[in-house]
């Protein structure tokens, strides 16, 4: 069974960087398939991040993508994001998820269960 | 981008009545090439992530009753809940990933009337 776990601070500062690390489980993840990340204000709706392919390979949503990098460390079987600059609107739940595609960007079909967070001084 | 619009932004319906509930994208998701439609149905239930339901637009997801069904064609998708269930109560969110950046339609609220 694929497990997805979100890992990282849930209190940033304005002007700072966000990071968090995915663990996944149950599944090599430099096998194929790609990793996403999406976000989700307080009572808002789901935002795209960026997902990364099991190669590297990154693709951003060009409303962040000035400030987000994402990454994958295959032997520790996670992948990172990493948004800077960080403000008010970017306090959100912050979920990873496992796309089953090997050559495009799709939907997803295993999530964590997300983290908080919080940017504020 | 590509803008998907969902609609209502919430009903009530009877328990054991159907629930339908509308997407509309602003450009077409349908691939020539293939036929496929890129457009996949979430289901999130509070404080959990959300769990997939459809994807290609009707292909139901492994383990996802067969109450929950998907039907539409490029730029307008329905998803349909046959029966509804106490458990169904939940926000319905549609994706379309014809094209980066994926993007979500705003969410449709299922309550029990």
């Known amino acids: 069974q694929v497990q997805l776990q979100e890992s990282g601070p849930g209190l940033v500062k304005p002007s700072e960087t966000l990071s968090l690390t995915c663990t996944v489980s149950g599944y090599s993840i430099n096998s194929a398939y790609h990793w996403g990340w999406i976000r989700q204000p307080p009572g808002k709706g789901l935002e795209w991040i960026g997902s990364?392919?099991?190669?590297?390979?990154?693709d951003y949503n060009p409303s962040l993508k000035s400030r987000v990098t994402i990454s994958v460390d295959t032997s520790k079987s996670q992948f990172s994001l990493k948004l800077r600059s960080v403000t008010a609107a970017d306090t959100a739940v912050y979920y990873c998820?496992?796309?089953?595609?090997?050559?495009?960007?799709?939907?997803?079909?295993?999530w964590g269960q997300g983290t908080l967070v919080t940017v504020s001084s | 981008d590509i803008v998907m619009t969902q609609s209502p932004d919430s009903l009530a319906v009877s328990l054991g009545e159907r629930a339908t509930i509308n997407c509309k994208s602003s450009?077409?998701?349908?691939?020539?090439?293939?036929?496929?439609?890129?457009l996949a149905w979430y289901q999130q239930k509070p404080g959990q992530p959300p769990k997939l339901l459809i994807y290609w637009a009707s292909t139901r997801e492994s383990g996802v009753p067969d109450r929950f069904s998907g039907s539409g064609s490029g730029t307008d998708f329905t998803l349909s809940i046959s029966s509804l269930q106490a458990e169904d109560v939940a926000v319905y969110y549609c994706?379309?990933?014809?094209?980066?950046?994926?993007?979500f339609g705003g969410g449709t609220k299922v309550d029990i009337k």
């Open positions: 450009q077409s998701v349908l691939y020539s090439s293939n036929n496929k439609n890129y």
């Open positions: 998820a496992r796309d089953p595609s090997s050559n495009s960007w799709y939907y997803f079909d295993y």
């Open positions: 990364i392919s099991h190669s590297g390979s990154p």
């Open positions: 994706q379309q990933y014809y094209g980066t950046p994926l993007t």
